[in-house]
């Protein structure tokens, strides 16, 4: 009877609390992201080296910020924790990361390309960190992406059309930063029931045109300022010739009525 007992006990045990095979990728993951980045305030006190290596235990994480899931990282959330430093591509290696959030942090250097491996990533949080460079087209890898937000950020060049592609995503914002060219159209004009997005996710890009943002800014003199410059330098032109004409009648009125003057005194008996 007693070792029935402790069978149904281990039975149940082992049923609500499998046993977690850790996964070599996720320790590498975390271990890699620690060091790429800095911790100033000691806010990510347990990543440890020996944390790393058993990050999960049933449904439990050992480490700040990281929820598990079947002892695999499915979500990593490390907002506001004044994080220094770069995101590590080996954050690749959380292969069943579905959430990352490192938004409002002081992280630098460019979002990894490695991120179009996290085939099962579904939210995308970089906002107001100082990230640079471009907004990789790979993400369109991730096809079950429904949040991508990158706002206040220092990202350059093109809004890459392929994201377009992504038919989950209902967020996407990308203002305040230094992008440039035209919104594509597979983001700015969705057609069907997929979600729009309006001049919020794309304002703040100085050289960021077309739907829902206004057309490209000319460099070109419109017509109006050319005929207007015309006008004013003609003006001008013609108010210096008569001040210069003016000016010149004086004179000369001058100097006549001096030798005018002269004469006449010449011709004045001396008394």
Not at 28 to 33: A, D, E, I
Not at 78 to 105: E, F, K, V
Not at 218 to 236: F, H
Request: hydrophobic share 35%; net charge neutral; with cysteine.
């Amino acid at each position: 009877m007693e070792f029935s007992t402790l069978t149904l006990m281990s039975i149940l045990i082992f049923t609500f609390f499998p046993p977690s095979s850790q996964d070599p990728n996720d320790q590498s993951c975390l271990s890699k992201l620690y060091q790429s980045i800095r911790d100033p305030h000691h806010n990510l006190m347990n990543w440890t080296e020996p944390n790393f290596a058993n990050p999960c235990s049933g449904f439990l994480s050992n480490l700040i910020g990281a929820t598990c899931n079947n002892g695999r990282i499915y979500k990593l959330s490390l907002p506001n924790l004044s994080l220094q430093g770069s995101i590590s591509p080996y954050i690749s290696n959380c292969t069943n990361l579905q959430s990352l959030d490192l938004s409002n942090n002081s992280l630098t250097g460019r979002i990894p390309t490695e991120l179009q491996y996290l085939v099962n990533l579904a939210v995308l949080k970089l906002s107001n960190n100082h990230l640079s460079d471009v907004i990789p087209p790979s993400l369109s890898m991730c096809a079950y992406l429904n949040v991508i937000d990158l706002h206040d950020n220092a990202l350059t060049g093109t809004i890459p059309p392929q994201l377009g592609t992504l038919v989950r995503l209902s967020v996407f914002d990308v203002s305040n930063n230094k992008l440039s060219g035209p919104v594509p159209a597979s983001l700015g004009n969705r057609t069907g029931s997929l979600p729009r997005f309006n001049v919020s996710s794309f304002s703040g890009n100085k050289n960021l045109y077309g739907y829902p943002l206004g057309p490209m800014k000319s460099n070109e003199l419109s017509v109006v300022a050319i005929v207007g410059i015309g006008l004013g330098s003609g003006l001008l032109s013609l108010m210096l010739s008569f001040t210069v004409v003016c000016v010149w009648l004086r004179v000369t009125d001058q100097k006549m009525a001096a030798e005018q003057e002269g004469k006449i005194s010449h011709l004045m008996p001396d008394y």
